[in-house]
C-alpha cells in the first residue's frame, strides 16, 4: 500500500513538473514570437518613410504625380503575379468595395508625395496620420474620443499658423491624403471577410495604377528612361511589397491592438527617415507636434480598442500604414 502511495506521488509530481516546463517553454515562445511580431512592424514601418524619402530623388525628373504613377504601377505588376486576382471568385459589391480601395489608395500615394515635397517628411506624416486617428476617435469609447484635443495640438505646432511660413498646399495635400488614409479603412471594414491581404491589394493596387496613369501616365511617359524605369522596381518593393508581407507576419504574433498602437509611432519614424536621409532637422514645435499625434494615436488605440475579429484583424491587414506612403 505505501509503494503504490508513493509511486502515484512520484508520478503526480513528475506530471507537476512537466506541466510546468510545457508552460514555461509556452511562454518563452509567446513571448519570443511577440518580440519578433513587433520587430518586423517596426521594419515595415521604417522600410515605408525609407522608400518615400528614396522617392523624393525623382521628383525632378517625373514629378510627384510621375514618380507616384511608377511606384503603384510597378506595385501592382507584382501583386498582380502574387495575388492572381484574375482567379477570385467575389460578389458584385466585393469587386466595387476593392475598386473604390483602389482608388483611395492612389489619392494617398499622390498627395502624401505632394505634400513631402512641399513638407518636412515628419510634418507631412503626422498630418497624413490624422486620417486613421480620426477613425480611430470616431469608433472610440468613452475616453478615446478626448484624444482629439492632443492631435489637434499637434497639428497646430507642426503648422504654426501664428508665423505664417507654412507653405498652404502641402498642409492640403497632406490633409488630402489623411481623408483617402481613413476612406480606406472605412472601405476595408466594409469589405469583411469576403476578400483580404494579397488578395485584396492584387485588385485594389491595379486600379491605383490605372487612376495614377489618368493623371499622370501621358505626361510621364516623355520623361521616362530606363534608368528611372528599372529604379521604381526596388521603390515598389520598399513600398508596399515588403512591407506588406511583414505587416502579415506581424500580425500573426502580435494582436490588432498592438499593431495599431505600434503604427501610430510611424510620424516619429518619419522624421528619423526625414533627419537622415533628406537632411530634414525639425525644429522643437514640430517635434512636440509630432509627439502630440503620436501620443494621441497610441491613446485612442489603447483606450477605444475592442477584442479582435478575425474580419477586423483582415480590416487592419488592408489599413495598415504601407499603403499611406
Same mark, same amino acid.
Given at each position: ?245 511583414? =505587416?502579415?507576419?506581424?500580425? +500573426?504574433?502580435?494582436?490588432? #491592438? $498592438?499593431?495599431?498602437? /505600434?503604427?501610430?509611432?510611424? %510620424?516619429? &519614424? *518619419? ?29 485612442? =488605440?489603447?483606450?477605444?480598442? +475592442?477584442?479582435?475579429?478575425? #474580419? $477586423?484583424?483582415?480590416? /487592419?491587414?488592408?489599413?495598415? %500604414?504601407? &499603403? *499611406?506612403?
Amino acid at each position: 500500500m505505501q509503494l503504490l502511495d508513493v509511486s502515484s506521488a512520484i508520478v503526480t509530481w513528475t506530471r507537476t513538473v512537466l506541466t510546468r516546463s510545457n508552460d514555461s517553454m509556452t511562454t518563452a515562445q509567446t513571448s519570443t514570437s511577440t518580440r519578433t511580431g513587433v520587430w518586423m512592424a517596426l521594419a515595415s514601418m521604417s522600410l515605408i518613410q525609407v522608400g518615400v524619402a528614396a522617392s523624393v530623388g525623382l521628383f525632378d525628373q517625373l514629378g510627384v504625380a510621375g514618380t507616384s504613377w511608377l511606384r503603384l504601377t510597378w506595385a501592382a505588376l507584382i501583386l498582380m503575379a502574387v495575388g492572381r486576382p484574375w482567379r477570385l471568385r467575389l460578389t458584385r459589391s466585393t469587386w466595387a468595395v476593392c475598386t473604390a480601395l483602389g482608388v483611395a489608395t492612389a489619392g494617398s500615394t499622390v498627395l502624401f508625395l505632394a505634400a513631402v515635397d512641399r513638407l518636412p517628411l515628419g510634418t507631412a506624416c503626422a498630418l497624413e496620420f490624422l486620417g486613421p486617428l480620426t477613425v480611430a476617435v470616431v469608433h472610440g469609447r468613452g475616453l478615446a474620443r478626448l484624444w482629439v484635443l492632443p492631435a489637434g495640438a499637434g497639428v497646430a505646432l507642426l503648422t504654426e499658423p501664428w508665423q505664417g511660413g507654412i507653405d498652404g498646399l502641402g498642409v492640403a495635400a497632406a490633409l488630402g491624403a489623411a481623408v483617402c488614409w481613413g476612406a480606406y479603412i472605412v472601405l476595408t471594414q466594409r469589405a469583411g471577410d469576403q476578400v483580404a491581404g494579397v488578395q485584396a491589394l492584387a485588385i485594389s493596387m491595379p486600379v491605383a495604377a490605372l487612376v495614377a496613369t489618368v493623371v499622370a501616365g501621358p505626361a510621364t511617359l516623355s520623361h521616362l528612361t530606363w534608368t528611372a524605369v528599372l529604379v521604381g522596381v526596388p521603390l515598389a518593393l520598399l513600398v508596399p511589397v515588403v512591407p506588406f508581407c511583414l =505587416e502579415l507576419l506581424a500580425l +500573426r504574433r502580435i494582436n490588432a #491592438a $498592438a499593431f495599431g498602437t /505600434l503604427m501610430s509611432l510611424e %510620424p516619429a &519614424l *518619419a522624421v528619423v527617415a526625414g533627419l537622415l536621409m533628406l537632411g530634414q532637422v525639425p525644429h522643437l514645435s514640430a517635434l512636440a507636434g509630432v509627439a502630440c499625434v503620436v501620443a494621441a494615436g497610441v491613446g485612442a =488605440e489603447r483606450s477605444g480598442a +475592442r477584442p479582435a475579429s478575425p #474580419a $477586423a484583424v483582415r480590416a /487592419l491587414e488592408l489599413a495598415s %500604414p504601407t &499603403l *499611406a506612403g
